[in-house]
């Protein structure tokens, strides 16, 4: 798991200044980490890189607003692609039957993403749950940095981490995709309450 | 072992290909040079309809309410007359009940001759296309006879100012039907005012409305 880049000072007024390689710097350094948590939020690939493209777009137009640190810009870009992450699955709940090809159903496996199961399984999670599992086991965010983008608390992040993760687990076994043992422990805790 | 389904978590992260990358970064490029309008976020946008339309609500029947005592030249006279003409749909005399409280109201605030007539004339012809109760008929006679008494005026020259407005332009200035009906008084209400050399009255009061200044006398 890789470790987030830093967004310097020098790189957020760049930003402001809406310098062409300020921009391009910090593309260098946020797209793939956009891309994995747009990735996870949505489990299709087109539709996350469109994500990441608009978030980048907003930063272009709304450049002259953005304050506070390199830190504050990482999570105004984070909270970006998860708004249009929400708007896509919304428009998908609305409409899920729409014939495109790009657009895959949430109950279908993709088998060139990687490791289908886990995403299958992620999809199962609440858009909440699976920001947060995303964002901390993907991406490698720390707790403060999630709380920063889902703009709540340090505490409720952590605990939403901890339920998230047993109900990933717990998916993982309801599918009967293979997992490992320890993920089987955590499932067997979390529905005998621990006592079993 | 639990690290083994994060190291699964971990392996879900994908690399921005090189070729969607030189895309974004045109895309980011001409945004760059030729920016767009910086739009709010969608909720933002319509935040503004539900205050509005709450507002609405609450200020639209309030505002029918205070405009119910109104008389003519009040700030909240024209709701009176538009919820009037709303309801009128439903009762016909409604309009012409109102338009003769107004009179009576401005005869006992003893208005000037010009609104005194502007009422009587609106008072008339709402009971004319109304299917007003006689009760009505019988109160603009006596308003009339009142506004013989105080303003001097006869009624038979408040008929000809009746027919004048009725029958011409209704945009005349009240100042007009003025002119017309002070020609006849002896002592105008508003000597300051313009006047038309020519009486326009020049009949004499029939047996009836002399019985009346008679009865005055």
């Known amino acids: ?196 | 072992m639990k690290a083994t389904l994060h190291q699964r978590l971990a392996d879900l992260r994908v690399d921005m290909p090189a070729k969607v990358a030189d895309r974004h970064a045109a895309e980011i490029d001409a945004e760059l040079m030729h920016p767009g309008p910086v739009t709010p976020p969608r909720r933002l946008r319509r935040r503004w309809i539900l205050p509005v339309v709450v507002a609405a609500a609450l200020l639209i029947p309030a505002a029918a309410v205070a405009a119910e005592s109104t008389t003519p030249g009040d700030f909240l006279y024209p709701v009176k007359r538009t919820t009037e003409w709303v309801r009128s749909i439903v009762d016909s005399t409604i309009n012409a009940e109102h338009r003769v409280d107004e009179l009576e109201i401005v005869i006992q605030r003893k208005s000037s001759i010009e609104e005194v007539t502007d009422r009587l004339i609106d008072a008339e012809q709402s009971v004319e296309r109304s299917d007003a109760p006689r009760r009505l008929t019988d109160r603009i006679d006596i308003a009339r006879d009142e506004i013989e008494r105080h303003y001097g005026v006869h009624p038979r020259d408040i008929d000809s100012g009746v027919q004048d407005r009725s029958s011409q332009d209704r945009n005349r200035e009240p100042s007009d039907t003025a002119v017309n009906l002070s020609s006849t008084t002896t002592e105008p209400p508003h000597a300051d005012s313009p006047r038309d050399p020519s009486p326009t009255s020049t009949t004499e009061p029939s047996s009836d409305r002399g019985d009346r200044g008679d009865r005055d006398n």
Not at chain 1, 22 to 39: K, Q, V
Not at chain 1, 72 to 92: G, I, K, N
Request: glycine content about 6%; overall charge negative; proline content about 4%.
């Open chain 1, 1 to 196: 798991m890789s470790r987030p880049s830093i967004v310097d000072d020098d790189l957020v007024n760049g930003i402001r200044a809406r310098s062409d390689e300020a921009f391009a710097a910090l593309y260098r350094i946020l797209a793939s980490d956009l891309l994995s948590f747009a990735n996870g939020m949505l489990r299709d690939r087109g539709a996350a890189e469109d994500a990441v493209q608009q978030a980048f777009l907003e930063l272009a137009r709304a450049a002259h607003t953005i304050t506070g640190d390199g830190r504050s810009l990482r999570a105004w870009m984070y909270r970006s692609v998860r708004f249009t992450c929400l708007d896509e699955v919304r428009r998908r709940k609305r409409r899920p039957e729409e014939p495109t090809d790009r657009l895959p159903d949430t109950g279908r496996v993709d088998p060139s993403l990687p490791d289908p199961t886990v995403q299958e399984a992620l999809m199962r999670l609440s858009d909440r749950h699976r920001a947060i599992v995303v964002l901390r086991h993907v991406i490698g965010c720390s707790v403060d940095e999630i709380a920063e983008i889902l703009g709540t608390n340090r505490t409720a992040v952590y605990a939403a981490s901890v339920r998230a993760e047993r109900r990933l687990a717990k998916e993982l076994t309801n599918v009967e995709y293979p997992f490992d043992a320890a993920s089987q422990q955590v499932a067997d805790q979390d529905t005998t309450g621990g006592t079993g």
